[in-house]
């Protein structure tokens, strides 16, 4: 009898061994794996989205095993019609993106248009390219129009073609007056790196010595392109500055303060002055406030392990002409709009995109050297788990911000031009090379600063009914939403 419970007992231990090794070897459901990028996405927009308060009765349900729909699902309804945030399984890219880098990119920034009222068909007006890019290597210019991708005419299903491949492609290229097409082979960039500062200039009109900076995106990498671009029209004795922002959708506050940091007084950069301040939800206001954390951003600050001090490039003028359109906006909205306390801004051009808001990257875990709030302590995950969290990230509406008296453009959803111009983006023939004083823009601000009459003919482009397609790479349209705070104060992780 003592034998056979022995026996029973070995049994029972041999069965309990085996099954515990089955269901180690056992595959992991995916239904399960889906549910904890959801059960992510709702740990973290439930304590840090701006409307945090609107997700906590939607916590995932068994049948939400699509993360990116459980995502679009939960937002705010003002945030679902303007689709300021975003979610994404490639947080490097997104990262990369943040940084100007960019993968299997050509190197020019196209400008999408349908050319039909059923929205079908598509062509790329080609707004600049960068230099040393294999775009400029194969002769691709600004004012170009691409009307096909490798034979194909672009439409809705192809012109992703437009801002990068990863191989070689050959456009079907007109130029600026529609005529003359010719094709183009462009061999991709596996990396490219574009410097935001395009183009500068000093120019010696009427007297005056007038600094242009053609500037394309937020990026804190290149806050020292910034410094020597200010450093030489500093040397240079500028009486003038014009900050063209007409294509530049935004990006960082760290740049929108460096750059503030160099146009604004010298005086208040020296004092340090609160450049801009950000409002959270109610969780992370008092975070803040318990932590004695400051939400304002200062004129003058600036990271100095990695960049020049602003002040010694500092131009100290009273007056700065911001040109920007309806393709302006974020950090290119909230460095005009934030300026306007400390100097006189004059606006040329249209009404600017109006995102009065601002956005961090939030991961599983990972606080990618400080850039990123993560939601988890690493070490709450079991491998399995941070395996199937790693690549997701989110880009949620996390705040507003105003000016440093508290004053924003919320009710006017955009920037309202002190002097307005009405576009000539539609129509290419009336294009002119950036920094060409007959630019169109560029030609208002000579005007002003000169007070000589503002002579430029003004084409209508009635004749080409063009609707702007609103398509743009993943990037742009991020920064496009809201500014990006890439030095958040990072919370404690929830557990």
């Known amino acids: 009898m003592k034998k056979l419970s022995v026996l029973l007992t070995i049994i029972t231990l041999l069965f309990s061994l085996l099954t515990i090794s089955c269901e180690k070897d056992k595959p992991i459901d995916p239904k399960s794996q889906a549910l904890l990028v959801s059960q992510f996405v709702y740990d973290g927009m439930s304590n840090f989205y701006l409307w945090a308060d609107e997700v906590t009765n939607k916590k995932p349900k068994a049948t939400d095993v699509d993360p990116e729909k459980y995502f679009y699902s939960i937002l705010n309804a003002t945030d679902t019609k303007h689709g300021w945030s975003w979610i994404t399984d490639d947080v490097d890219d997104l990262l990369k993106g943040f940084q100007g880098e960019s993968t299997d990119a050509f190197g020019f920034q196209p400008l999408p248009l349908y050319t039909d009222e059923a929205r079908t068909t598509i062509v790329g007006f080609i707004r600049y390219v960068y230099p040393e890019t294999p775009a400029a290597e194969a002769g691709l210019k600004r004012g170009e129009v691409i009307i096909k991708i490798n034979g194909k005419t672009l439409n809705n299903n192809n012109y992703m073609g437009l801002f990068g491949a990863n191989s070689e492609t050959t456009f079907t290229v007109l130029d600026?007056?529609?005529?003359?097409?010719?094709?183009?082979?462009?061999?991709?960039?596996?990396?490219?790196?574009?410097?935001?500062?395009?183009?500068?200039?000093?120019?010696?009109?009427?007297?005056?010595?007038?600094?242009?900076?053609?500037?394309?995106?937020?990026?804190?990498?290149?806050?020292?392109?910034?410094?020597?671009?200010?450093?030489?029209?500093?040397?240079?004795?500028?009486?003038?500055?014009?900050?063209?922002?007409?294509?530049?959708?935004?990006?960082?506050?760290?740049?929108?303060?460096?750059?503030?940091?160099?146009?604004?007084?010298?005086?208040?950069?020296?004092?340090?002055?609160?450049?801009?301040?950000?409002?959270?939800?109610?969780?992370?206001?008092?975070?803040?406030?318990?932590?004695?954390?400051?939400?304002?951003?200062?004129?003058?600050?600036?990271?100095?392990?990695?960049?020049q001090n602003p002040l010694?490039?500092?131009?100290?003028?009273?007056?700065?002409?911001?040109?920007?359109?309806?393709?302006?906006?974020?950090?290119?909205?909230?460095?005009?709009?934030?300026?306007?306390?400390?100097?006189?801004?004059?606006?040329?051009?249209?009404?600017?995109?109006?995102?009065?808001?601002?956005?961090?990257?939030?991961?599983?875990?990972?606080?990618?050297?400080?850039?990123?709030?993560?939601?988890?302590?690493?070490?709450?995950?079991?491998?399995?788990?941070?395996?199937?969290?790693?690549?997701?990230?989110?880009?949620?509406?996390?705040?507003?911000?105003?000016?440093?008296?508290?004053?924003?453009?919320?009710?006017?959803?955009?920037?309202?031009?002190?002097?307005?111009?009405?576009?000539?983006?539609?129509?290419?023939?009336?294009?002119?090379?950036?920094?060409?004083?007959?630019?169109?823009?560029?030609?208002?601000?000579?005007?002003?600063?000169?007070?000589?009459?503002?002579?430029?003919?003004?084409?209508?482009?009635?004749?080409?009914?063009?609707?702007?397609?609103?398509?743009?790479?993943?990037i742009e349209s991020v920064t496009r939403q809201a500014v990006i705070i890439d030095n958040p104060k990072l919370l404690p992780p929830l557990k």
């Open 176 to 307: 600026q007056k529609f005529e003359n097409p010719r094709e183009v082979k462009v061999t991709p960039a596996k990396q490219l790196n574009t410097d935001p500062v395009l183009y500068s200039n000093v120019y010696e009109i009427d007297g005056k010595k007038i600094g242009y900076l053609f500037y394309t995106g937020f990026i804190e990498n290149y806050n020292n392109s910034l410094y020597r671009v200010f450093s030489e029209f500093k040397t240079a004795g500028i009486t003038d500055l014009v900050l063209d922002l007409r294509y530049n959708p935004g990006g960082g506050i760290s740049a929108a303060t460096y750059l503030a940091s160099l146009i604004a007084p010298q005086a208040n950069v020296s004092n340090k002055d609160p450049f801009t301040i950000m409002s959270y939800n109610q969780y992370v206001n008092k975070a803040f406030d318990d932590n004695k954390w400051d939400r304002k951003d200062y004129l003058g600050d600036y990271d100095n392990t990695k960049y």
């Open 312 to 474: 010694t490039a500092n131009l100290n003028l009273n007056k700065v002409y911001v040109i920007a359109t309806g393709s302006s906006a974020s950090a290119s909205e909230l460095l005009t709009f934030c300026l306007k306390p400390y100097m006189q801004v004059e606006h040329i051009g249209e009404k600017t995109s109006g995102k009065y808001t601002a956005s961090w990257t939030i991961h599983a875990y990972d606080n990618f050297e400080g850039r990123v709030q993560p939601v988890y302590k690493e070490s709450s995950l079991s491998a399995t788990e941070k395996n199937k969290l790693k690549n997701w990230a989110m880009q949620p509406i996390v705040g507003r911000y105003t000016d440093k008296n508290n004053k924003d453009f919320i009710a006017t959803n955009g920037l309202i031009p002190d002097h307005a111009i009405k576009t000539q983006e539609y129509n290419t023939e009336t294009w002119k090379p950036i920094g060409d004083v007959n630019d169109y823009l560029f030609a208002k601000a000579i005007s002003l600063i000169t007070g000589k009459p503002y002579e430029t003919a003004l084409r209508s482009s009635d004749d080409k009914q063009f609707k702007d397609a609103g398509l743009y790479p993943q």
